[in-house]
């Protein structure tokens, strides 16, 4: 169910009140609000902007410089397909097309109901392991499309 516009707003409003009239809260609060809700909503960086009284425009740069930030819903579980040299030559592109058929999203997708994002990554460091996806913190490597559905099955 989707958190309505004025409880974001209330909501983000509480996770300032610590960081108000101090310098250097906006990433610690950005990262707070990103706990809370999954991501970073419009209606959060309004409240922000009014409550530190920094420019709208200015966080946005923050959220858009950091990769850590997000300014969609996100899913539950993210999958991260490496794309490295080692990878892509064992068949990690092959891996994201099955990832995608799969799951019915896109490359940085999310699934309609919230449970996977799926995003390509440079590297893993996981390279003797190739290929290699990550979902959330545990890597999975050697795998073949057969053996995808397993894997991700194991994640509710």
Known sequence: MPVETKDIA?????????????????????????????????????????????????????????????????????????????CHVRGSLQLMQKLKEMLSVEENGTTEDLRFTLEPVACLGACGLAPVFMVDDDTHGRLTADKLGDVIARYE
Do not use: M, N
């Open 10 to 86: 209330s909501k983000t409003r509480e996770l300032v009140l610590p960081w108000k009239d101090r310098k250097g809260g906006v990433i610690p609060v950005l990262q707070t609000v990103q706990r809370e809700f999954g991501y970073v909503p419009s209606e959060a960086l309004q409240a922000i902007s009014e409550e530190l009284k920094i420019p709208t425009a200015e966080l946005y740069g923050v959220v858009t410089f950091y990769a850590q930030f997000h300014l969609k819903p996100r899913g539950r579980h993210v999958i991260r397909v490496c794309r490295g040299t080692a």
